[in-house]
């Protein structure tokens, strides 16, 4: 089975928004004591990626590209 990858561009706030989510759901799981390894796992990307940066090229600067 292929996986596709899907990268998001996130604001800190955003981020922080996705992060508090997951966390909420991790806890609710335990207190049904279910495995909360895939939340976990993501967890740990949500947090590693934030220090990622994106450029954004303005005005005719793609032109060449296209």
């Known amino acids: 089975m292929d996986r596709k990858r899907i990268y998001l561009t996130l604001e800190e706030y955003e981020r922080n928004i996705i992060f508090t989510a997951l966390n909420e759901m991790r806890n609710a799981m335990i207190a049904?004591?279910?495995?909360?390894d895939p939340v976990d796992d993501l967890m740990i990307k949500v947090d590693?990626?934030?220090?990622?940066?994106?450029r954004v090229a303005e005005g005719n600067a793609l032109e060449g590209y296209r």
Not at 32 to 36: D, F, G, Q, V, W
Not at 48 to 54: M, V
């Open 32 to 36: 049904e004591s279910r495995p909360t």
């Open 48 to 54: 590693s990626a934030g220090g990622k940066r994106s």
